[in-house]
Nanobody, 119 residues
């Protein structure tokens, strides 16, 4: 059974940091390494939007303008995890964060982890 499980969310004050992790199981290492992975987020009443991604093969990293310079995405191929390090968090970063792995035309999603930025 293939599965993506996110962890690391929580409540943090503005200016704080969080490290999100997404563990992939049921996928081969090859399928995890050779396909694009990404983090998305969805705030209440809003659409799910792309936060950061790593393309396949050349591992190019892309970020939404709103998080550039604050968030860093990385992939640990051996551990089959995708991580998102978030610094200088703002209230507008509050959302449920989802991990995504795309294999061909199929998207795999985790269940999401809540990030709340509030004083």
């Amino acid at each position: 059974q293939v599965e993506l499980v996110e962890s690391g969310g929580g409540l943090v004050q503005p200016g704080g940091s969080l490290n999100l992790s997404c563990a992939a199981s049921g996928f081969t290492v090859q399928s995890f390494v050779l396909n694009p992975v990404a983090w998305y987020r969805q705030a209440p009443g809003k659409e799910r939007t792309l936060v950061a991604s790593i393309t396949s093969r050349v591992n190019t990293k892309n970020y939404a303008d709103s998080v550039k310079g604050r968030f860093t995405i990385s992939r640990d191929s051996a551990a089959k995890t995708v991580n998102l390090v978030m610094h200088n968090l703002k209230p507008e970063d509050t959302a449920v964060y989802f991990c995504n792995l795309r294999i061909g035309n199929r998207n795999y999603w985790g269940q999401g982890t809540q990030v709340t930025v509030s004083s």
